[in-house]
């Protein structure tokens, strides 16, 4: 057997990979460039660190295809569901977690292992050992690995940008013009905090979006798209004054105690970052406006004019390799089969579907090492439908980083079926296919 398996990368994909081969009481030699560097977006030196948001969305499993797949990971096993569980703050139906405590409890088990061993090191170029090899560098990949990896694969890979929301203490907050509410009161009432505007103050605010200073792109970084489902705020706004009130801002499903004869025209929800509720994070305001800016916008809505950032919003460019053409069905790079790729790198977007990446790539290699036929988990399934994503191509013919979400399924042939009915057929569906699938395939390894 070989000596240890090399993993580049101490993300959530990378922990995935490592607790998988550990389990199986295979050794593993995880590398990573913190603490020794950090990219911008990076804070402590833990494994598993939660940069964007400390949410990993819904746990809805009948009408959520991300609750499906943190069901499912959890019932394999899943490193990342164990410490988000434990972890847990309130966040009505979302699945939110304390981020420093999440990722210390992960770095702790691991480190614990014997078979475990760690070193800070950044990697410079792709392993040259012809021993098990995994990237799992996340989509902060650095300039000098990524510009290796598209020497070899003589494919440009392609970028996409993804910001990051404020975050603000919550005694800085004006509670006479804010009030506690989940929309349609799902999960607790005191899970998120809302800040209402009227139509005057909601103009004005697009205005000041608009007009605020935005930060400057460096030319190799000017032609790169966003992605779909982490626009800044102001991007959104762009697209029409209406776009906000539509979106994030909806007013929908929240009514102001304060004033119960008028509907918000608009609302900003915070939610808490932990379970103190000292600190809270503005949900669905991702920036790229520059630092002084948002303070003098975001103090412009009535209850955080006196805000005091814990954190303010921030941009940073992500990096996704084109899967479907330089990776085989293993995950293994075509050409370097010794080599494989796991997370969001591959162009799997979030937090959730990164760590589902590995711990679907721990899988396959150790029925790899074990010689063991291993056949991946069905496109019904949650985790099979984002490993046919990463290995298909999408509808529109051109790959790029997606969400977990039932358009990722297998289409339902009867169209009888609508609405929540047809998301709980999904649900329904993906839970006895998953079962069948553990049964039959994980078993074998374990």
């Known amino acids: 057997m070989q000596r240890y398996i090399t993993i580049i990368g101490g993300g959530l994909a990378g922990v995935e990979v490592a607790n998988m081969l550990l389990k199986a009481n295979i050794p593993v030699k995880l590398k990573d460039m913190k603490p020794y560097k950090k990219s911008p977006a990076h804070k402590n030196d833990n494994f598993a660190e939660l940069v964007c948001s400390n949410s990993l969305r819904s746990k809805d499993t009948l009408t959520s295809g991300v609750g499906i797949l943190q069901s499912e990971l959890n019932q394999l096993g899943s490193i990342v569901m164990k410490s988000a569980i434990k972890n847990e703050v309130p966040a009505g139906g979302a699945l939110a977690v304390n981020r420093d405590d999440f990722a210390n409890d992960i770095t702790n088990e691991l480190k ?44 440009n890979n392609l970028h996409f940008f993804d910001a990051l929301a404020p975050i603000i203490y919550g005694d800085s907050i004006d ?7 989940s929309r349609y009161d799902k999960g607790e009432a005191t899970d998120y905090l809302n800040c209402a505007l009227t139509k005057e103050e909601y103009y004005n605010f697009i205005d000041d979006l608009l007009k605020a200073e935005k930060v ?3 030319d190799f970084e000017k032609n790169t798209p966003y992605f779909e489902g982490c626009l800044p705020v102001e991007v959104m ?42 600190l809270f994070n503005m949900v669905g305001f991702q920036t790229k406006m520059k630092h002084k800016a948002q303070m003098e916008v975001f103090r412009k809505i009535p209850a955080l004019k006196n805000a005091v950032f814990a954190r303010l919003g921030g941009i940073h460019r992500n990096t996704f390799i084109n899967s479907p053409e330089v990776l085989n069905d293993d995950f293994s790079l075509k050409g370097r089969e010794n080599i494989h790729f796991a997370g969001q790198i591959m162009g ?97 390894i374990f």
């Open 237 to 278: 706004a762009e697209r029409g004054v209406e776009t906000l009130a539509y979106g994030p801002l909806k007013p929908v499903g929240l009514s102001n105690p304060k004033t119960p004869d008028t509907r918000p025209y608009a609302v900003i929800q915070l939610r808490k970052e932990n379970k103190e509720g000292t």
């Open 348 to 444: 799997c977007e979030g937090y959730i579907e990164s760590a589902s990446m590995g711990l679907l790539l721990g899988l396959i290699l150790v029925a790899k090492i074990k010689g063991i036929d291993f056949k991946m988990p069905p496109q019904t399934t949650a985790i099979g439908a984002m490993y046919h994503h990463v290995r298909g191509v999408s509808k529109t013919g051109r790959f790029e980083p997606m969400n977990i979400n039932f358009g990722l399924f297998p289409e339902i042939e009867n169209h009888k079926i609508k609405g929540k009915n047809r998301k709980a057929f999904y649900s329904e569906r993906a839970k006895k296919d998953f079962e069948e699938w553990v049964n039959q395939e994980v078993a074998k």
């Open 216 to 218: 400057e792109f460096k």
């Open 175 to 181: 509670y006479n013009e804010a009030w506690f509410q």
């Open 112 to 155: 614990q292992n014997p078979l475990f061993s760690f070193e800070s090191e950044e990697i410079m170029d792709l392993p040259k050992d012809e021993g098990i090899n995994v990237i799992a560098t996340g989509p902060l990949t650095s300039e000098t690995l990524t510009l290796k990896i598209k020497e070899f694969t003589g494919n």
